[in-house]
Nanobody
Framework: QALLVESGGGLVQPGGSLRLSCAASGFTFSWYSLSWYRQRPGKDRELVATISVGGGVRDYEDSVKGRFTIYRDNARNLAYLEMNSLKPEDTAVYYC?????????WGQGTQVTVSA
């Protein structure tokens, strides 16, 4: 059974940092591109960052460029989202997503709250 489990969310002050983790099991993680999405209160889910299967290509939503970094460790079936200079508008539930062709897996999400 394919499973993605996010962790690392929490409450942080504006300007702070968090690192989210996504642990994969039950499928060949290294075959799948990996993305982080977020759903802010009252908003649709949006793509935040994507990394290719080998990690060589990364792409970011404009509002997080220069602040967030996506990376992966295929040997350990892990992906990460390093978030720096956090802003209140980054408050959201963050989800990891693995996709290959027509197959996609989602995690259950982890809450990130940026507030003083």
């Amino acid at each position: 059974q394919a499973l993605l489990v996010e962790s690392g969310g929490g409450l942080v002050q504006p300007g702070g940092s968090l690192r989210l983790s996504c642990a994969a099991s039950g499928f060949t993680f290294s075959w799948y591109s990996l993305s982080w999405y977020r759903q802010r209160p009252g908003k649709d889910r949006e793509l935040v960052a994507t990394i290719s299967v080998g990690g060589g290509v990364r792409d970011y939503e404009d509002s997080v460029k220069g602040r967030f970094t996506i990376y992966r460790d295929n040997a350990r079936n892990l992906a990460y989202l390093e978030m720096n200079s956090l802003k209140p508008e980054d408050t959201a539930v963050y989800y990891c997503n693995a996709i290959r062709g027509g197959t996609a897996y989602w995690g259950q999400g982890t809450q990130v709250t940026v507030s003083a």
